[in-house]
């Protein structure tokens, strides 16, 4: 760009008294200039030139055609519609055209890059000069902007033969700052005698002019800048993490600090995995050799009067090396023209309908537009993937195939693959009138024994699907899980630091050893899982963050093993409230069985020894998620017809909570209700309907139910109360031995269902009764007897047996889970009075 002298004419003055020097021309950067102008004049797309030999027409329509079909002069006028001014080259497009333009600009770009600049403003200078002349007056950078480079280079492969080539690097996000002004070209005004300084690009670090360009004036160091004849640009820096595919074993996550500016900022966020594209540098570390504030004076102190030997201390000065003595140091930075994300948010698998979710693209390329329909997404495919998703797309038993598809490798457990597979679906996202988000993400919980293939499940979907984090819950802390805010070296400022739940928006995070997160991190991660948001109010910063991701959490039973005598809440080292938040659960228990243990130790034998051969997917990972991305296209919609299967099923599952018969987990909320909707959108999404049926909210109730209530309980041994009181009042008799045969024999087992049932059905013929005095046993025995009869539940012939077995049931609610009391003893137990007791509560 060119840039005009100053308006004072003492300036002009100045200049001509300066001697004049013949100037050394760089060849190679006229070279490029002249190489690059050419193809940005010349180069046209192979389907254009075809179609320009087959045109014929007059010669104002043949210049026109010509000038359409130049492909940068149609993406400048984009650029120019789009209000922007960086030029998106392809570098493929220099490479075919001109094979030592691009050699010269992979090895030294930093050195050329003035040179594409001033080529890129000639070129819209003949063609475009209005928007040259906007470009003059409001000061705007132009700048070129390179993808496609071919020349991959992992973060910790950086060295200095690399310094100033143009190079792609691919990393994830973890950390952005605030976008801020940068100061590009600086004009200063002398504090001494007003004279504005030429034009100083600033390079690195805020620089200044030298010396004034008044003869007369002899100031060095006091200047103010002249905002108006400046020229600024947006910046931004992005802390970047390199791939976890590209760290070698035993070795640490590297990092690097990348600049972006103009167009390039908020392009890339925290969690996203993009490509860079710009070049290496060095630049040095200003803020270390900035003056500290250690020196400090130090007090001399008098030697005393008894020392005559002594010299007196006149004190000095401590920490010359923090005041005057500074070492150079340097660091790696990386300067970025494009980002592109890794995976677009129209091929995310996690997408959210909202529009407000859409990622900005930092390329002005016809092939980045956002694809809106499921036509777009099928054209936008490679031929076979294409073909296959189509083959895909006929309703044959889809739900199975897939569900076979999930995690091979796994044997059995496809209770757990569908549970799994409709959390990669997901529901659909809403929103409240009062624009509160209702969370269409299903979180789901794999409880089991150890082996049980539970971490197995969090690693096929972290290698399989993009924007997945896996963490373990043992070694996260409630800031590594959520966000942190860290302080910047350089500035001082505070930004806030992503953790798992922010690097995986819009994707899933896998939780394993869920369990032993301590209690403190545990209740960090509420908020993320129902309103999917992470607010901070550290260090002066308030914000609510985007966490809008699934969880799969992985978790070991207390003590190793699971308890079937005990609900899931007693079997886990997790909070109510945070159990209510997930939408499945799965126990696996390891239980001894000889023809399961036997086809189990042949797959794994098949695997170690055939590998991928050993077993037969109907799908392909890519096909799965080519499938995902389709549906997720699909909204499906609940019709007012089915509503009341949603009432229903609600509240069964809230009776089942109160009936006896079987423990549930945890307590029945409104929220599995909500998780019911979710499930039962996500079938519909994966048969590709946009009405939610019938079968879909059965098949969804029917995953619910049986991941609920999944506990089993031992039989009640009726008797044994009565042999205990027995054993206490004959101890001293010598008989003893022969009534405890007896009263072996008259032991009854009964199923633990059934033993609740009768249990409340007593307490409750006691309260209908109103016989708050008590009741006697005999007239309670006779109640249900009656009532049985009545039923038909049992005949005449069967009463005297049923009666020993009631007799034996009240014993046990008195003397074991202490649910009766009795009032009034009684040597006849018959005639003994009873109550409820006080502390039992239903």
């Given at each position: 760009?060119?840039?005009?002298?100053?308006t004072?004419?003492?300036?002009?003055?100045?200049?001509?008294?300066?001697?004049?020097?013949?100037?050394?021309?760089?060849?190679a950067k006229?070279?490029?200039?002249?190489?690059f102008?050419?193809?940005?004049?010349?180069?046209v797309?192979?389907?254009?030139?075809n179609?320009?030999?087959?045109?014929?027409?007059?010669?104002?329509s043949?210049s026109?055609?010509?000038?359409?079909?130049?492909?940068?002069?149609?993406?400048?006028?984009?650029?120019?519609?789009?209000?922007?001014?960086?030029?998106?080259?392809?570098?493929?497009?220099?490479?075919?055209?001109d094979?030592?333009?691009?050699?010269?600009?992979?090895?030294?770009?930093?050195?050329?890059?003035?040179?594409?600049?001033?080529?890129?403003?000639?070129?819209?200078?003949?063609?475009?000069?209005?928007f040259?002349?906007?470009?003059?007056?409001e000061?705007?950078?132009?700048?070129i902007?390179?993808?496609?480079?071919?020349n991959?280079?992992?973060?910790?492969?950086l060295?200095?033969?690399r310094?100033?080539?143009?190079?792609?690097?691919?990393?994830?996000v973890?950390?952005?700052?605030?976008?801020r002004?940068?100061?590009?070209?600086?004009?200063?005004?002398?504090?001494?005698c007003?004279?504005s300084?030429?034009?100083i690009?600033?390079?690195?670090?805020?620089?200044?002019p030298?010396?004034?360009?008044?003869?007369?004036?002899?100031?060095?160091?006091r200047?103010?800048?002249?905002?108006?004849?400046?020229?600024?640009?947006?910046w931004?820096?992005?802390?970047?993490?390199?791939?976890n595919?590209?760290?070698?074993?035993?070795?640490?996550?590297?990092?690097?600090e990348?600049?972006?500016?103009?167009?390039?900022?908020?392009t890339?966020?925290?969690?996203?995995?993009?490509?860079f594209?710009?070049?290496?540098?060095?630049?040095?570390?200003?803020s270390k050799?900035?003056?500290?504030?250690?020196?400090t004076?130090?007090?001399?102190?008098s030697?005393?009067?008894?020392?005559?030997?002594?010299?007196d201390?006149?004190?000095g000065?401590?920490?010359?090396?923090?005041?005057?003595?500074?070492?150079?140091?340097?660091r790696?930075?990386?300067?970025?023209q494009?980002?592109?994300?890794n995976?677009?948010?129209?091929?995310?698998?996690?997408?959210?309908?909202?529009?407000?979710?859409?990622?900005?693209?930092?390329?002005?390329?016809?092939?980045d537009?956002?694809l809106?329909s499921?036509?777009?997404?099928?054209?936008s495919?490679p031929?076979?993937?294409?073909?296959?998703?189509?083959?895909?797309?006929?309703?044959?038993?889809?739900?199975?195939?897939?569900?076979?598809?999930?995690?091979?490798?796994?044997?059995?457990?496809?209770?757990?693959?569908?549970?799994?597979?409709?959390?990669?679906?997901?529901?659909?996202?809403?929103?409240t009138?009062?624009k509160?988000?209702?969370?269409?993400?299903i979180?789901?919980?794999?409880?089991?024994?150890?082996?049980?293939?539970?971490?197995?499940?969090?690693?096929?979907?972290?290698?399989?699907?993009?924007?997945?984090?896996?963490?373990?819950?043992?070694?996260?802390s409630?800031?590594?899980?959520?966000?942190t805010?860290?302080?910047?070296?350089?500035?001082?400022?505070?930004?806030?630091?992503?953790?798992?739940?922010?690097?995986?928006?819009?994707g899933i995070?896998?939780i394993?050893?869920?369990?032993?997160?301590e209690?403190?991190?545990?209740?960090?991660?509420?908020?993320?899982?129902?309103?999917?948001?992470?607010?901070?109010?550290?260090?002066?910063?308030?914000?609510?963050?985007?966490?809008?991701?699934?969880i799969?959490?992985a978790?070991?039973?207390?003590?190793?093993?699971?308890?079937?005598?005990?609900?899931?809440?007693?079997?886990?080292?997790?909070?109510?409230?945070?159990?209510?938040?997930?939408?499945?659960?799965?126990?696996?228990?390891?239980?001894?069985?000889?023809?399961?243990?036997?086809?189990?130790?042949?797959?794994?034998?098949?695997?170690?020894?055939?590998?991928e051969?050993?077993?037969?997917?109907?799908?392909?990972?890519?096909?799965?998620?080519?499938?995902?991305?389709?549906?997720?296209?699909?909204?499906?919609?609940?019709?007012?017809?089915?509503y009341h299967l949603?009432?229903?099923?609600?509240?069964?599952?809230?009776?089942?909570?109160?009936?006896?018969?079987?423990?549930?987990?945890?307590?029945?909320?409104?929220?599995?209700?909500?998780?019911?909707?979710?499930?039962?959108?996500?079938?519909?999404?994966?048969h590709?309907?946009?009405?939610?049926?019938?079968?879909?909210?059965?098949?969804a109730?029917?995953?619910?139910?049986?991941?609920?209530?999944?506990?089993?309980?031992?039989?009640?041994?009726?008797?044994?109360?009565?042999e205990?009181?027995t054993?206490?009042?004959?101890?001293?008799?010598?008989?003893?031995?022969?009534?405890?045969e007896?009263?072996?024999?008259?032991l009854?087992?009964?199923?633990?269902?059934?033993?609740?049932?009768?249990?409340?059905?007593?307490?409750?013929?006691?309260?209908?009764?109103?016989?708050?005095?008590?009741?006697k046993q005999?007239?309670?025995?006779?109640?249900?007897l009656?009532d049985?009869?009545?039923?038909?539940?049992?005949?005449?012939?069967?009463?005297?047996?049923?009666?020993?077995?009631?007799?034996?049931?009240?014993?046990?609610?008195?003397?074991?889970?202490?649910?009766?009391?009795?009032?009034?003893?009684?040597d006849?137990?018959?005639?003994?009075?009873?109550?409820?007791?006080?502390?039992h509560t239903?």
């Amino acid at each position: 760009m060119m840039y005009s002298s100053g308006t004072i004419d003492d300036k002009n003055t100045i200049k001509t008294q300066q001697p004049q020097f013949q100037k050394v021309k760089d060849e190679a950067k006229e070279w490029t200039k002249t190489k690059f102008l050419n193809f940005l004049n010349s180069f046209v797309l192979k389907k254009n030139n075809n179609s320009n030999n087959n045109d014929n027409g007059n010669n104002d329509s043949n210049s026109n055609n010509k000038k359409q079909d130049i492909y940068y002069y149609t993406q400048v006028e984009k650029m120019i519609k789009n209000e922007k001014s960086s030029l998106y080259i392809d570098f493929t497009h220099i490479e075919s055209f001109d094979k030592d333009l691009s050699k010269a600009l992979l090895f030294e770009y930093f050195r050329l890059e003035p040179s594409l600049k001033q080529s890129l403003s000639i070129f819209i200078q003949d063609h475009f000069p209005k928007f040259m002349s906007k470009i003059n007056k409001e000061k705007l950078i132009l700048s070129i902007c390179c993808f496609n480079v071919l020349n991959f280079v992992h973060i910790r492969e950086l060295r200095s033969s690399r310094i100033g080539s143009l190079c792609s690097i691919s990393g994830t996000v973890t950390r952005t700052s605030e976008v801020r002004p940068e100061l590009v070209i600086g004009s200063f005004i002398c504090k001494d005698c007003n004279t504005s300084s030429q034009p100083i690009p600033q390079q690195f670090k805020y620089t200044e002019p030298t010396k004034c360009l008044n003869p007369l004036c002899s100031n060095t160091r006091r200047w103010k800048i002249n905002m108006e004849e400046s020229t600024f640009t947006d910046w931004q820096k992005v802390r970047v993490q390199e791939n976890n595919s590209e760290i070698p074993g035993g070795s640490i996550p590297r990092s690097l600090e990348i600049i972006l500016r103009g167009d390039s900022v908020e392009t890339a966020r925290a969690g996203d995995t993009c490509t860079f594209v710009g070049t290496v540098n060095v630049i040095p570390d200003v803020s270390k050799m900035a003056i500290g504030t250690n020196a400090t004076i130090v007090k001399g102190v008098s030697a005393p009067s008894s020392d005559k030997g002594g010299k007196d201390d006149f004190g000095g000065v401590s920490g010359l090396k923090d005041l005057g003595i500074r070492e150079m140091n340097y660091r790696v930075c990386f300067f970025s023209q494009s980002v592109r994300s890794n995976v677009s948010k129209s091929n995310s698998i996690n997408k959210k309908d909202s529009p407000e979710d859409h990622i900005k693209s930092s390329s002005n390329d016809e092939d980045d537009e956002e694809l809106e329909s499921k036509e777009s997404f099928l054209e936008s495919l490679p031929e076979k993937e294409r073909v296959a998703l189509t083959k895909m797309l006929k309703p044959t038993k889809i739900y199975e195939k897939l569900v076979h598809s999930i995690c091979p490798s796994i044997f059995g457990n496809e209770e757990i693959k569908r549970g799994v597979l409709l959390m990669l679906f997901g529901g659909v996202h809403k929103k409240t009138p009062e624009k509160i988000r209702l969370r269409g993400d299903i979180n789901v919980c794999i409880v089991g024994d150890p082996s049980t293939s539970k971490s197995t499940f969090l690693k096929y979907l972290n290698t399989f699907l993009p924007r997945t984090v896996y963490t373990s819950g043992k070694a996260s802390s409630a800031a590594g899980l959520t966000a942190t805010v860290v302080k910047d070296s350089d500035s001082g400022d505070f930004n806030i630091e992503a953790g798992a739940l922010m690097l995986a928006d819009n994707g899933i995070c896998c939780i394993d050893e869920f369990d032993k997160m301590e209690p403190s991190d545990q209740v960090a991660i509420h908020e993320a899982m129902e309103q999917q948001t992470i607010s901070i109010s550290k260090a002066g910063i308030h914000a609510t963050l985007n966490a809008r991701t699934s969880i799969l959490a992985a978790a070991n039973p207390i003590g190793g093993r699971y308890d079937k005598t005990k609900i899931l809440k007693h079997n886990l080292n997790i909070g109510g409230p945070l159990m209510s938040r997930f939408d499945l659960f799965f126990v696996v228990v390891d239980e001894p069985n000889p023809e399961s243990d036997k086809r189990i130790a042949q797959h794994i034998v098949s695997i170690h020894q055939k590998k991928e051969k050993a077993f037969h997917s109907p799908f392909s990972a890519t096909e799965i998620k080519n499938y995902i991305k389709y549906a997720k296209f699909i909204l499906p919609v609940i019709p007012p017809e089915n509503y009341h299967l949603f009432e229903i099923y609600y509240d069964r599952l809230r009776q089942m909570e109160v009936q006896g018969g079987r423990s549930t987990s945890y307590r029945i909320t409104v929220r599995q209700l909500e998780s019911l909707v979710r499930l039962s959108e996500s079938l519909a999404r994966l048969h590709l309907d946009t009405v939610v049926k019938k079968i879909y909210i059965d098949e969804a109730f029917r995953l619910l139910q049986k991941s609920i209530i999944h506990i089993e309980t031992t039989d009640v041994v009726l008797g044994e109360e009565e042999e205990e009181l027995t054993i206490k009042q004959n101890n001293n008799n010598s008989n003893s031995n022969n009534q405890d045969e007896n009263n072996d024999n008259n032991l009854i087992k009964m199923d633990f269902a059934k033993y609740s049932q009768l249990s409340k059905l007593l307490v409750l013929a006691i309260r209908q009764l109103k016989k708050e005095s008590g009741i006697k046993q005999i007239d309670l025995v006779d109640w249900y007897l009656n009532d049985q009869i009545e039923s038909n539940n049992i005949t005449k012939e069967e009463m005297d047996t049923e009666r020993i077995t009631i007799s034996k049931v009240i014993s046990r609610m008195i003397y074991t889970d202490n649910i009766l009391l009795i009032l009034t003893p009684n040597d006849d137990h018959d005639h003994r009075v009873l109550i409820i007791h006080p502390n039992h509560t239903d």
